[in-house]
Every structure is written in structure tokens, then in C-alpha cells.
């Protein structure tokens, strides 16, 4: 493999709605909300996992057959949402000694997408849900899962009949139920993202000795899974049964291992130029988790003032200003399965979302436009100063000004299941610097 020497960057978004079908939302889903609904998907882990790649393969060759013939120095950066991957149950549910569907799905991938035909690509895979359960029917049976699952059902009942004040404070024993699971839970589950290169991925110290890394969410959010299924199932998943693994980040957030829960590794690390790329798994972004760790990373610079491309993979986030971790020149990268950004309904668009001044585009389920998708992109002008964004001493970023030029719409053709995996159907791809490239600032 000819050492890499990306000069510029271009983003590939897949705006693909990856919310469960059926969505009956409490509070607002997307800002501090819950929801009911149902899991979409194969029964058989492998089945399913075969299902969503072929999607996912249409989502890549359609990117892929718009670039533009000439693209030597580009490094092509592909991304998708939160809980692309994910069964009927919620989590794809192994036992003890079975291979970790992860494991497996990070096998197609590498086949599917094999180093020698994307060389010049950095793929962001969206996430993977996991828990590990000898016995799911004994899990599903269990006392405490009858009793919470009966107490959320009943409070979401009555919130939907409530109103004004009532209806609030029905909703604040809801997250005070919740809170209460997330510290006793009856599952512990996984939402790894999966990033893969053409190059090598790694640390300053050298590569890793593959293609695949995983980083992995730690905050416990209110809408990760159903607060009950809306089919009457008893056999699912629900968010006041889980909680996410305990991640140390006290020495920072630099990976040391492929499929350790860090979020920072360098791609291409024995290149001139190497790329340092951190992604933090939607609500994670909202806790600053990037940012924090600047101060406790020994790398990527000695400086502490950024990585060079910051990748939010979410179902319900967009960018957040006190949260960017990038270096001056860098970009944030935002790929979202469940609302829309800027100004509604517009395809493309750019302007300040949420304080953060960027690009973006949209997807709207034509069949249900509850169902919707949004990509994001931001470029650092000035990078924060600091990990803690209310610390006196600290600054937040600041952004370049981009525009609605840079953003093309490119359709995903329609695969015959498509409809048994996601509510909203197949998406559309959406590509920052499809005729111009971005300049990359590692260059």
C-alpha cells in the first residue's frame, strides 16, 4: 500500500432515520425526551446483520459511482447514524462463549469494503447494540423487569392523557424511574461504533496491526431504547433495564488498543502526514467527553488544542459549540437518524444550528415524515481553549463560515427489504465537497 498523502477531505453523510417504528414520543425525543415504539429487524443475529449491510453497500457504491473520477489526494470520509445496527429484541443478545455479533459484523466489513479498492476512505459505521444474556427468557420474566416495564407502561398512559402541569411532573417520574434503573440495571448493554480505514488505524506509536477500531457511548440517555413496545411484545429490550459500561477517561480519552473503549486514534500512523480522529456517540457529545480529555491527552498534539476531525454518529444530536475538540482547521462531523436541522424541511442549507454556524442536510421519509435524518458539517476557525467550557479560563470554538454549495444530494436506490430494518426506509446520501474538495489541515 503506497503511503498516504491526503492533501483534502471530503464528508459523506448517510441521512438514513434510525429511530424504532411506531414512535409514540414522550417529553422531546431528540432535546431531553423518551419514547414507545418498536424494534425493526431479523430475529437471527447474522441474518439481520446481512440485511442492513446490503443497504448499507447501495448507500456506499451510490457515494461512491458521484465522486469525481479524479480524486488523488482526497481522503473520503463516510459516516452513519447511531443504531444502524440492532435486532427485534433492541441489542443483538449472545451467551456466554458465542462469538460477540460485533466481531462478526466487523469481519463483513473488512470483506466488504476491502483496503486495495478504498484506500482513500475512513468509514464511520453508525453503532452496534449489544448485550451479553445466557438466558433472554429468563431476563424477560424476571420480576424487576415485570415491575418496570408495568410502571413505565402505566406512567406513559397517563402522560398521554394528562396535560399542562400534570403531564410535566408525570414526565419527571418517568426520568426519575429511569435514573433509578440506569443505577440497578437488569442488562448491562454495548453501543460501540465502528470505525474503519483503508489506511491503517492506530496510535503516534504505530498501528494497531488492523483496519477496525471500536470507541464506545457511556452516558445513559432516556430514549436509547423503547420505553415499551408499541406491538404489546414482552421480549424487548427497554431503556429502564440498562445501563452503558463505566468508562475511565481520568488519563484521557487515546486509545491504546483496537477494541478498547477510548475514542481517539490516528489514522494512517506511520504516514508524513497522519490523521488524528476522535467520534463520540450522541448524547456523549452533549457531555463535552472530547473536550474534557483535552487536557489529560498526550497526543495527538503536544499543544492539546485538537483533534483533527471530531465524528458524531447520533439518533437525536446535532453539534454543540462547548462540545467541538477540534484543532483550528479541523472539521466536526454530524450524522443523525432522527430529526432535522436549520430551517425544517429544506434539502440543504447552511447557517448557525444551534450556535454552531455550518452546513447541513436533510432527509424526510416521503412515506412518513415522522421519520427523518439530518447531516451536519462544521469547520474550527479558532479551537477551544480548555476542557471545562464553564471554567473562566476557557474559551469555546469558534467556526468558518461554509455554505449550502458544499452539500450534494445523492439518492439511495430502494432494496426490497429495506422496509424490515428501518421505519423510515433507505435515505439519501448527503456529500460535503462533491466538486471541491475541503481542505484537510493535517496537509
Not at 2 to 27: D, E, K, S
Not at 264 to 269: C, F, V
Not at 273 to 292: F, W, Y
Not at 356 to 378: D, E, F, I, K, M
Amino acid at each position: 500500500m503506497t503511503t498516504p498523502g491526503w492533501q483534502r477531505v471530503r464528508f459523506i453523510g448517510y441521512a438514513i432515520p434510525t429511530a424504532p417504528a411506531q414512535m409514540v414520543p414522550l417529553g422531546s425525543p431528540g432535546g431531553g425526551g423518551s419514547l414507545g415504539g418498536t424494534y425493526l429487524g431479523l430475529p437471527d443475529a447474522e441474518s439481520d446483520i446481512a440485511g442492513r449491510l446490503g443497504i448499507l453497500r447501495a448507500a456506499v457504491h451510490a457515494a461512491r459511482e458521484a465522486l469525481p473520477d479524479d480524486d488523488e489526494g482526497v481522503l473520503n470520509v463516510f459516516a452513519v447514524p447511531e443504531f444502524f445496527w440492532h435486532g427485534p429484541q433492541g441489542p443483538y443478545l449472545f451467551g456466554t462463549g458465542e462469538t460477540d455479533p460485533v466481531d462478526h459484523l466487523q469481519t463483513l466489513l473488512e470483506r466488504e469494503f476491502p483496503a486495495d479498492e478504498y484506500a482513500d476512505w475512513l468509514f464511520l459505521f453508525g453503532t452496534a447494540i449489544t448485550a451479553q444474556a445466557d438466558d433472554p427468557r429468563e431476563v424477560f420474566s424476571r420480576a424487576t423487569t415485570l415491575v418496570r416495564n408495568g410502571v413505565v407502561a402505566d406512567l406513559a398512559a397517563r402522560y398521554r392523557r394528562a396535560s399542562g402541569e400534570d403531564q410535566v411532573k408525570v414526565f419527571d417520574m418517568v426520568e426519575d424511574y429511569l435514573e433509578w434503573g440506569h443505577a440497578h440495571p437488569v442488562l448491562q448493554v454495548r453501543n460501540r461504533a465502528l470505525l474503519m480505514g483503508g489506511a491503517p488505524l492506530g496510535t503516534p506509536r504505530g498501528a494497531f496491526g488492523g483496519r477496525v477500531a471500536t470507541t464506545e457511548k457511556y452516558v445513559d440517555s432516556g430514549e436509547d431504547f423503547v420505553l415499551w413496545d408499541t406491538t404489546g411484545r414482552a421480549d424487548v429490550v427497554t431503556e429502564q433495564m440498562i445501563a452503558h459500561a463505566f468508562i475511565d477517561l481520568s488519563a484521557g480519552d487515546l486509545k491504546r488498543r483496537a477494541d478498547d473503549a477510548h475514542a481517539i486514534a490516528r489514522l494512517a500512523p506511520d504516514a508524513a502526514a497522519p490523521v488524528d480522529v476522535g467520534v463520540e456517540i450522541c448524547l456523549d457529545h452533549t457531555d463535552a467527553r472530547l473536550r474534557q480529555g483535552l487536557p489529560r491527552n498526550r497526543w495527538p498534539r503536544d499543544a492539546g488544542d485538537g483533534i483533527e476531525l471530531q465524528l458524531v454518529p447520533s439518533c437525536g444530536a446535532a453539534l454543540r459549540a462547548a462540545s467541538v475538540a477540534v484543532a483550528a482547521g479541523g472539521y466536526a462531523f454530524n450524522v443523525d437518524g432522527q430529526f432535522v436541522v436549520g430551517d425544517g424541511f429544506s434539502p440543504t442549507g447552511a447557517g448557525p444550528v444551534f450556535g454552531v454556524a455550518s452546513a447541513w442536510g436533510n432527509h424526510v421519509a416521503p412515506a412518513n415524515p415522522r421519520y427523518q435524518a439530518h447531516t451536519q458539517l462544521a469547520r474550527v476557525d479558532r479551537p477551544a481553549s480548555g476542557g471545562d467550557a464553564k471554567s473562566p479560563s476557557s474559551t469555546t470554538a469558534t467556526f468558518e463560515r461554509l455554505t449550502a454549495d458544499d452539500v450534494a444530494v445523492v439518492g439511495v436506490p430502494l432494496r426490497a427489504m429495506t422496509d424490515t430494518f428501518f421505519a423510515g426506509g433507505g435515505g439519501a446520501v448527503h456529500i460535503y465537497g462533491l466538486r471541491e474538495a475541503l481542505p484537510l489541515s493535517s496537509s
